[in-house]
């Protein structure tokens, strides 16, 4: 019986280690033969340390000015999907810019992307997003009193920490952007601006007591606010494939921002 229990024991040991072995050589091939986010940038800009930041930049046709959105991408790095996304809106009369927030790696692998939310200084992430929204907002084509931050989970929580940073950012679109801790109007920081909240009621990674407490705050700070919780839908319900669908949440979500931003942006002197 002991004999068995050791060979059991070994076994498990041999199996869990041949798991991880796999998961991390995963992980380091797709470091280096995998995407970058490079990929997806076509702009540089410096960051505060004097890296150099990189950036897909989406501008309208014409000479402006033009207001500006800051659109912070998902766990995953900076991809594809939401380059498509920041070329939509600029089809809505935006300039805008999606930053890398991860200095270059981007991964569709969740193990990956949670070793980049848990290993990435979150004070250089701050930084580097304060200097894309100062790029941006320099742009001679942009009216930097016209700018908003937006972004999608990560990029959601981002966006809330860039307006709650920076006083001067006119509108703030947090999309499912959870762990966000707000009890008071104190926990908004700087945010005094309008802010569109867009979350799914069937997302079991924010409670809806985290919303409710944020709708709370905003009420008693007297900011112009949106939050929308749309039913039967989880985390992560809009992507760049569906947001043209109004008859579903991620359709009709990308109108309601689309509303948002034209009423506070486009037609804000």
């Not at 006083?167 to 762990?179: K, L, P, Q, R, S």
Request: aromatic share 10%; proline share 4%.
């Amino acid at each position: 019986m002991k004999k068995a229990l050791k060979w059991t024991g070994i076994i498990l040991l041999v199996v869990i280690g041949g798991g991880l072995a796999l998961l991390l050589g995963s992980m380091a091939y797709e470091s280096v033969a995998g995407p970058q986010a490079t990929d997806f940038t076509n702009v540089t800009y410096e960051a505060a340390d004097g890296a150099t930041l990189h950036g897909y930049l989406a501008e309208p046709a014409g000479e402006g000015p033009f207001p500006a959105v800051v659109l912070i991408h998902e766990w995953w790095g900076l991809n594809e999907d939401i380059t498509k996304i920041a070329d939509e809106l600029a089809s809505e009369g935006y300039v805008v810019l999606a930053p890398d927030a991860y200095r270059g790696q981007t991964t569709d692998q969740v193990q990956r992307a949670l070793y980049f939310v848990s290993t990435i200084p979150g004070e250089q992430i701050e930084s580097d997003l304060d200097q894309a929204w100062a790029y941006v907002r320099g742009l001679p084509n942009v009216d930097g009193e016209r700018t908003a931050a937006m972004g999608f989970c990560f990029g959601g929580r981002q966006a809330f920490g860039l307006g709650a940073r920076n006083g001067e950012i006119t509108a703030v679109v947090d999309y499912y952007g959870g762990g966000v801790e707000v009890n008071s109007p104190a926990d908004l920081g700087q945010i005094d601006g309008p802010f569109l909240g867009i979350f799914g009621a069937e997302d079991a990674s924010i409670p809806l007591s985290e919303v409710e407490a944020l709708e709370n705050a905003l009420i008693e700070a007297g900011l112009t606010h949106q939050i929308i919780v749309y039913p039967g839908v989880g985390h992560a319900f809009l992507d760049s494939e569906n947001l043209s669908d109004t008859s579903q949440a991620a359709g009709q979500a990308w109108q309601v921002t689309l509303d948002f931003l034209n009423t506070h942006l486009q037609n804000e002197s």
